[in-house]
């Protein structure tokens, strides 16, 4: 297990569209997040899973977007009626219980809504 | 009041120089203290953690803690064209049982330009 695994990289989609991101943690990572970041800010926080259960949810994940964790292992992101406003970089990061080694991002998934 | 905020950038720096990256945040129950490294169009890379006051060396890298300031900054010694990024604070705070960490809340980050 080389790291955290985001799918797609890149997604062009159309306003009103929806679309859905994967997320693949690190394998003995129980914890998960999902971050927003739009061009020169930092990443946003909006929701995070210990394994199967979603702990967090921020404010910033209005009714349209949901995330699931199934059997606690990958994650998907969805987001319903894409407004221009989604059009984000959308970054996914796994934590174990070491603290040592932080918390890993994957690559990310480069959201346009047009 | 931001919850981390860092200070406003660009910072450009000539090669060989110090670069001073600072960060304060609001939350006195923060605990876990971290500078991601972020390349324009990638995604952050962890390049230091800290958690209890003081200094933390690595390499050409010194974070320092102060709890009592809500203060944590990031030297990078010797600057190298190659750490032009942006530099982002993050702070985190362990959960009631003292075992696991929340969410990480991250600063605007810090554009920082080494130049030759």
């Known amino acids: 297990d080389t790291g955290v695994s985001q799918n797609p990289r890149h997604k062009i989609t159309k306003r009103g569209q929806n679309v859905t991101f994967r997320c693949d943690p690190i394998?003995?990572?129980?914890?998960l997040y999902w971050y927003r970041q739009t061009l020169g800010q930092g990443p946003e926080f909006l929701t995070y899973f210990q394994n199967e259960a979603q702990l967090e949810k921020s404010r910033l994940l209005s009714d349209r977007f949901s995330a699931e964790r199934p059997k606690g292992s990958f994650s998907t992101l969805e987001i319903q009626r894409t407004e221009q406003g989604d059009s984000a970089m959308y970054l996914c990061a796994s934590f174990g219980d070491t603290e040592k080694y932080g918390y890993t991002f994957g690559s990310g998934t480069r959201l346009t809504v047009v | 009041q931001k919850e981390v905020e860092q200070n406003s950038g660009p910072l450009s720096v000539p090669e060989g120089a110090i670069a001073s990256l600072n960060c304060t945040y609001s939350?006195?129950?923060?605990?876990?203290f971290f500078w991601y490294r972020q390349y324009s169009g990638k995604s952050p890379e962890l390049i230091m953690s800290i958690y209890s006051n003081g200094d933390k060396e690595d390499g050409r890298f010194t974070a320092q803690l102060n709890k009592a300031s809500q203060y944590v900054s990031l030297l990078i010694r010797d600057s190298q064209p190659s750490d032009s990024a942006t530099y982002l604070c993050a702070v985190t705070t362990k959960l009631a049982g003292g075992t696991s960490y929340g969410k990480l809340t991250f600063g605007q980050g810090t554009i920082l330009t080494v130049h030759p």
């Open positions: 939350d006195r129950g923060s605990q876990s």
């Open positions: 394998s003995e990572h129980n914890r």
